[in-house]
């Protein structure tokens, strides 16, 4: 028995060995920004933890302590990956990326979609990884990007994602969802919209819709300058323009889950939450087509008030006829009617014969929300 406990501990030491090893011979990517430069050539970044030896090699290129900053060009994303790979002190380990930041002009390009799949081609690739479409330049957000609150990067990343997509202020896609959903599916997906605030402009917005803004205009100040805030849209092929942190929020409500849609009336502060996912219908026989939603809203509001439900269902209803009207202006069908409308077809070509994108900017849209009242 004592022979058997002995070989366990034994092999316990090796494999341990072997894996601190491994991590010393390479360096674990947590962020992936990519850029396209005036000369229309790729620009690639990633930050990695330093150990001491990368640290003592490229002490230039330390944005922060503790991370490297690394970066390489060439004619194309394979290119300047290939760049990177050759000119780095390890080798490049994909597998721990949390975060895949796109800079504005290259997410605008027709090959977007092909970008996405070459990232996911990456060895060991973390498809998990949030996609982030970056208003500017993705090196300077991801430069700016620090754990201020004094954890691993990787960490204080995952974390912040998944505090802001909860909160219903931005997508969840991640970089899986974006390869599988772009030009393939039956929904457009929607990416989280990062930017970098310079903080000159702190009035913001102000009433009811405070939160009708997009990443980099907050009205804020803090140490992190960076934001996650609102949504990159898509049409199909690329990124074609940005929703509000409030029409992202509208969006989640509509697929049955946000949590932080508050409404002032008055001065009762109402939280609105949907009592189920709204129910989506594409009327096909008509010309133009008709997309319809409808919504079953809760609305909480503190005790002794009495809240105008009929003036918040009407508030509701017109934003929501907004938001539809502001997607199909940029050909995005974020919300996902083609899901409904494709079951009208039996065969593909049928599909693509009806021409869907067409017929969904064209489309006239009704709307119908109830509001139900509940004391908190």
Known sequence: MKRIF?????????????NEREVEEELLVIVLAIDQTSENRCH???????????????????EEPGYLLLQAEGGNFSNAVSMLNATTPRRLNFSQVREVVIGEAISRQAGFISLLQQIDALPRFRCSAAVIICQGDALEFTKQQKPYVGMRLSRYAENTLASNAGKGFTPSTDLCAGVRD????????LFILGAVNNFMDLEGQNGEKSLNTKAGSLPRKSMEAI???GAAATNGISVCGYLTGYEMALIHLINGHVEALTVQQGDDALHITARTPASLSVDISKTPIV????LLCEAQYPPG???ELEVLR??????ILSLISHLQ???CDGIGFGNVAVKYFLTIPDWEAFNWRSQYIQAAVQAEVIVQGREK
Do not use: H, Y
């Open 314 to 319: 009407d508030w509701l209803r017109q934003d």
């Open 182 to 189: 772009l030009g393939f599916g039956f929904s457009d997906p």
């Open 291 to 294: 997309l319809k939603v409808s």
């Open 227 to 229: 934001e996650m805030f």
């Open 305 to 307: 008030s009495n809240p």
């Open 329 to 331: 202006s940029i050909s």
């Open 44 to 62: 690639v970044a990633i930050k990695v933890p330093a150990n001491s030896s990368a640290a003592s090699s490229s002490p230039s290129n330390q």
């Open 6 to 18: 002995c070989v366990l501990m034994l092999c316990c030491l090796l494999l341990t060995g072997c």
